[in-house]
């Protein structure tokens, strides 16, 4: 079941299954525990406000699994909800985590209707995802980080409808990585310094990694096949690359 903790301010979501089919939002300060086998189900567009660090704790054949399915008819322009971290004040983790979608149609808009463009998202939140994945989300990101320092550590984009990752004025690293059959951009850097190592990129419909908005990306390491165009860096952005392989692709380095 749920346990509330009023010492600790944390809410604590043991092995089961829950669905959430409204929003829900903590009072600033607690934090959100998932522990091993904690299945959440957001239904109809719902969303899941954390306002401190969340921890999905899962393990290896245990994972926690967040599963998102979204409302086309809400607002107008439909609701994928998700889970939105705001200000927390320690890092988050996410370790053996799957996030999955549901595979129905998808969205014309860039944001649903809370403004969110992410299926999950952290502002002015650190955090480090470890040994998980994030599958069939239709999201205009899978995973949105704005102004926070991340980790992303043998982390897996598989099927997603846009982009996979977005990561707005933020720092961080993502190593061991993959992204698998993306139909837009596989990372999409926006005003932030990032490197990127050891990941590789397959069947991306845009860009495997785009550096905008004066941004500075340091990559080893990469194999990119399949893709429009490989590493792109464009609006005074700078990009380092290194003893990388670049196969079946439109235009494997652009400016």
Not at 3 to 24: H, V
Not at 65 to 86: A, N
């Amino acid at each position: 079941g749920v346990a509330l903790s009023q010492t600790t301010k944390t809410i604590t979501f043991g092995p089961g299954n829950y669905s959430l089919e409204t929003n829900l939002e903590t009072e600033r300060g607690w934090q959100v525990e998932f522990l091993p086998g904690a299945v959440l189900e957001f239904k109809q567009g719902a969303r899941l406000k954390v306002n401190g660090p969340v921890q999905a704790l899962g393990r290896e054949g245990l994972p926690v699994q967040l599963m998102i399915t979204s409302d086309p008819t809400r607002d107008l322009i439909g609701s994928w909800g998700g889970l939105l971290v705001v200000e927390a004040n320690r890092e988050s983790l996410l370790h053996h985590t799957h996030v999955t979608g549901a595979a129905t149609e998808g969205f014309s808009e860039r944001q649903d209707a809370h403004g969110l463009t992410g299926c999950v998202t952290f502002y002015k939140s650190d955090v480090q995802i470890k040994d998980s994945v994030f599958r069939g989300l239709q999201c205009e990101d899978a995973l949105n980080i704005i102004s926070s320092d991340f980790t992303l550590d043998h982390v897996e984009f598989v099927d997603s409808r846009a982009d996979a990752f977005d990561s707005d004025f933020s720092d961080g690293i993502v190593r061991n990585s993959v992204f698998r059959n993306i139909e837009n951009d596989g990372i999409d850097l926006s005003g932030s310094r990032v490197e990127v190592s050891s990941s590789s990129f397959f069947d991306i419909g845009d860009k495997a990694i785009s550096v905008g908005e004066g941004s500075y990306l340091d990559a080893s390491e990469l194999i990119v096949d399949g893709a429009d165009a490989g590493v792109v860096s464009k609006d005074k952005s700078v990009v380092h690359i290194r003893n990388s392989d670049f196969r079946g692709i439109g235009n494997a380095l652009m400016a």
